[in-house]
C-alpha cells in the first residue's frame, strides 16, 4: 500500500491525526486530547443485539503470525481490535485452495486452524472462504482436462477441508463456489465449467453437505448487490436448487462497493433471494475512495456504510456484514484491485477510527448506546378466531435498556422462515387476511428503539374455521413472456380476484401440450420466474388461479414464446407446391432437412410472399408475419431433427385474381 495519500485532517473518535503524530514523536500528549471517553459499546455487541453477526476479513500473518495456536500476531493493535470489535471471522486467504492443499493431497491447515483457535478464545465465528474459486486455486488443479479426475480431486479437496473444522462449533458455514458467474449472467469459464460443465455447482454443494451436515452452505460473487443480469442468474440458479433439493442455504454479496456507488435497488434484490428461504451475507463489505481522500469523501463513505448496514438491518435473513479488512493499511485494495483506497473503518497506521466506524456504530445502536433487548413477552392467548381474523393478547414487556419499548413482532412459526404478521406498538393485535381452516402457531418478541429484540414468547395455536367456498377465483389474464433465455423465462399476467371468502391462495402456471398440460410452476403472485426450460423449445403456457378451498378458475388465454441457444446443425428447406388456381395455391408439404452433423433442436424458416398474397391457413409450424415476410418456427413435434432427419409444414395463399406469382426466397437457419 502506498502511503502518498495528502495528509488529511480527520477528526477521530479516539485520536486526532495530531494525537498519532505526537506519539510518533515522543511528545507528551495530555490525556484531554483524547476527544472522546471509549465508553462507547464495539459493534459486536450492538450488531448481536440486533440480531446480526459483524465481522472482518482476517489476515493470518497480522493476527496469529500464521500459527495453528495464535497465540500472538504481527501487528498486536489489529489483533486487540479485531477481537473487540467484531463477532465473526473470514479468513481472507487461509483457507484457499492455494493455501489448504497447495500441491496434491498436501494438506496445510495452521493458518486455518490459528484464526479458528483465535476465533473461539474470543466468542466468534468463522466462516470457511472458499472452496471452488478461479483465482488461489493451483496450477495442478487448474490443468486438468479429464472430467472423472477433477471430480475425484475436487471431492476430495472439499472432504478433507470442510471435514477438518465439520466437528468444530466455531467453523459455521462455507462459501462453496466463488464467483462463478460472468457480467452478463453466463457461467464463467474456470476449470470446473469447462471440464465438467454447469452441472459442478451443484456437484460442491453436495459434496461440502457430505462433509459436514450442519454447515451453512453459500454461494458468493460480487456485483450481485442489484439488480441485474449476474444477480439474476445467481437468483434463477439458487431457486432451482431449492426446487431441485441442492444443498444450498445462504449467498454472499460481496459488497466491494465504490464510494456513493451503492445499487438503488440493494435492499429489493436482498429480499428476493431471502424470499427463497435463503439467508443473505453481506460478505466483502469494502467502500472505496478515489484518490485523494478528503473529509467530504470520508463524511459520503460514513454515509454509505450506514445505509449498508440499515440496509442488512431491515431484512431479517440478512444475517450480518464482514467487512474485507480492518485498518486501510491493510486492505486488499489497491494494489489487487482497483485504483481507489481508503475503504475501510480503521484508519491507515494510527487505527483510529475512522466516520464511518462512526457510522456503522450509530446505524448499529439507532443512535441510542442500548443493547439491552426488552423483557420476554408473556405466551399469547388467541380469542375471537374467525375464518380470516383471530385477536391475540399476551403480558407485555419491559425494558430497562433506556431507549424504551416500541413494540411488539408476532411470528407465525413456519420453520425455516418465520413471517411477521403484525407489528403492534400495544401488547394486543387483532390479525386479518388469516387463511381459513389453517393451523396457526405464533409467538411474539418485544422490540426496543434500538432494535434490540426479546428472546421468543411461548408459542400459542390456533385453528382458522373453516368457509365452505365454492366460487372460483376470476380467470387470470393472459401472460406476458419476458427476460426469455435458454432455460429462463419470466412472465406475468394481470391477477385474478377471489369473491368465494377463502382467499386467493396463488396461480397453477401450465404448459399447453395435448391431454395431461403439466404445471411448470405454482406461484403466489401474478407472475413466475421459469426455469428449467428446454433450450431453442417453443412453450405455450396459461395459468389458473387457486383459491384457499381449492377451486380453480378458467384457464387464461395462452402465450407462446421459444427458448433461445442450441445446436450446431444446419438445415435446408423444399416449398412442394401441391395445387394451384386463379386465386390462390397450397404449399404442402415444406420439408425441412437437417444438412448437419449433429441433432438440431428447432430451426427458422423464412420465405416472401409477392405484393398481395396473403396466408389464409396453416399447419405444423408457428407462424410470425411481418408484411411480406414470413417467419415459420416449429411445433414439438418437428423441432428436433436427427442429421438428414426430416420435417414438414404446409401453408395456404390466396392471391389476387390472375396474379401468377408464388411464395419465394424460402430459406432455413439453425437454430
Ligand atoms: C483477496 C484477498 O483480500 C487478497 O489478500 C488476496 O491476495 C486475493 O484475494 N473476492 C474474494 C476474496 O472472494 O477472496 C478476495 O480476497 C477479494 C475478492
Request: proline share 6%; with cysteine; aromatic share 8%.
Amino acid at each position: 500500500m502506498t502511503d502518498s495519500v495528502p495528509r488529511r485532517r480527520w477528526t477521530f473518535r479516539r485520536f486526532s491525526l495530531m494525537t498519532a503524530l505526537a506519539v510518533v514523536a515522543g511528545i507528551a500528549v495530555p490525556l484531554l486530547v483524547i476527544h472522546e471517553p471509549a465508553a462507547a459499546a464495539p459493534l459486536r455487541q450492538h450488531a448481536t443485539a440486533r440480531g446480526k453477526f459483524f465481522g472482518y476479513a482476517a489476515n493470518a500473518a497480522l493476527l496469529c503470525n500464521n500459527s495453528a495456536t495464535c497465540t500472538s500476531g504481527q501487528d498486536a493493535t489489529y489483533r486487540n481490535i479485531g477481537q473487540t470489535e467484531f463477532n465473526q471471522i473470514t479468513p481472507e486467504n487461509s483457507m484457499k485452495w492455494q493455501i489448504t492443499e497447495p500441491t496434491d493431497n498436501n494438506f496445510q491447515f495452521a493458518e486455518g486452524d490459528g484464526i479458528v483457535a483465535n476465533a473461539t478464545a474470543n466468542g466468534q465465528t468463522v466462516h470457511g472462504h472458499t472452496l471452488l474459486w478461479h483465482q488461489q486455486t493451483p496450477g495442478y488443479v487448474t490443468s486438468i482436462t479429464n472430467a472423472a479426475t477433477l471430480r475425484t480431486v475436487t471431492n476430495d479437496h472439499i472432504a478433507q477441508v470442510v471435514g477438518r473444522w465439520a466437528g468444530n462449533a466455531t467453523v459455521t458455514g462455507w462459501d462453496v463456489v466463488n464467483e462463478a458467474f460472468n457480467e452478463d449472467g453466463s457461467r464463467r469459464g474456470n476449470v470446473w465449467q469447462n471440464v465438467i460443465g454447469n452441472g459442478y455447482i451443484a456437484e460442491a454443494f453436495t459434496a461440502a453437505r457430505a462433509a459436514d451436515s450442519n454447515a451453512q452452505l453459500c454461494y458468493n460473487d460480487f456485483n450481485i448487490e442489484g439488480i441485474n443480469n449476474k444477480s439474476t442468474a445467481v437468483f434463477n440458479m439458487v431457486s432451482q436448487f431449492r426446487q431441485q433439493g441442492v444443498p444450498i442455504d445462504c449467498v454472499g454479496m460481496q459488497a466491494h462497493f465504490v464510494l456513493n456507488g451503492i445499487p438503488g435497488n440493494f435492499q429489493q434484490n436482498i429480499q428476493r433471494f431471502a424470499d427463497l428461504g435463503l439467508t443473505v451475507r453481506i460478505s466483502e463489505l469494502d467502500i472505496r475512495i478515489p484518490s485523494p481522500t478528503t473529509d467530504t469523501k470520508l463524511a459520503q463513505q460514513a454515509t454509505n456504510y450506514a445505509s449498508v448496514v440499515n440496509t442488512c438491518l431491515a431484512i431479517a435473513r440478512c444475517a450480518g456484514i464482514t467487512v474485507w479488512g480492518i485498518d486501510d493499511g491493510h486492505s486488499w485494495l489497491p494494489n489487487e484491485c482497483c485504483p481507489e483506497i481508503d475503504p475501510l473503518l480503521f484508519a491507515r497506521n494510527t487505527y483510529a477510527q475512522k466516520p464511518a466506524y462512526t457510522s456503522v456504530h450509530n446505524a448499529l445502536d439507532n443512535g441510542t448506546g442500548d443493547t439491552t433487548p426488552p423483557s420476554t413477552p408473556g405466551t399469547p392467548t388467541a380469542s375471537n378466531v374467525g375464518t380470516t381474523t383471530a385477536t391475540l393478547n399476551w403480558t407485555a414487556s419491559t425494558d430497562t435498556g433506556g431507549s424504551g419499548l416500541a413494540g411488539y413482532n408476532v411470528h407465525r412459526e413456519q420453520g425455516a422462515t418465520d413471517p411477521i404478521l403484525a407489528t403492534p406498538t400495544t401488547n394486543t393485535v387483532n390479525l386479518t387476511n388469516l387463511t381459513p381452516n389453517t393451523q396457526y402457531q405464533i409467538y411474539i418478541r418485544a422490540r426496543d428503539n434500538a432494535g434490540n429484540l426479546s428472546a421468543a414468547s411461548g408459542l400459542v395455536t390456533f385453528m382458522t374455521g373453516q368457509v365452505n367456498d365454492t366460487v372460483p377465483p376470476s380467470t387470470p389474464g393472459t401472460p406476458t413472456a419476458s427476460n426469455i433465455g435458454s432455460t429462463t423465462a419470466t412472465l406475468n399476467w394481470a391477477a385474478s380476484t377471489d369473491t368465494g371468502g377463502s382467499g386467493l391462495a396463488g396461480y397453477n402456471v401450465y404448459r399447453e401440450q395435448g391431454a395431461t398440460d403439466p404445471i411448470l410452476a405454482t406461484p403466489t403472485t401474478n407472475s413466475a420466474n421459469l426455469t428449467n426450460l428446454t433450450a431453442n423449445t417453443s412453450y405455450q403456457v396459461y395459468i389458473r388461479a387457486r383459491d384457499n378451498a381449492g377451486n380453480l378458475s378458467n384457464p387464461s388465454a395462452t402465450t407462446t414464446f421459444m427458448t433461445t441457444g442450441g445446436g450446431t446443425g444446419g438445415c435446408s428447406v423444399t416449398p412442394t407446391l401441391q395445387t394451384q388456381w386463379p386465386t390462390g395455391y397450397v404449399f404442402e408439404p415444406t420439408t425441412v432437412r437437417n444438412t448437419g452433423s449433429t441433432t438440431i433442436t428447432t430451426w427458422t424458416v423464412t420465405f416472401t410472399l409477392p405484393a398481395g398474397h396473403t396466408i389464409v391457413g396453416s399447419w405444423n409450424g408457428i407462424f410470425t408475419i411481418n408484411g411480406q415476410n414470413v417467419t415459420v418456427r416449429p411445433v414439438s413435434h418437428n423441432a428436433t431433427l436427427a442429421p438428414n432427419g426430416t420435417g414438414t409444414f404446409g401453408f395456404q395463399v390466396s392471391r389476387p385474381n390472375g396474379n401468377t406469382a408464388l411464395a419465394n426466397t424460402f430459406a432455413c437457419t439453425s437454430p
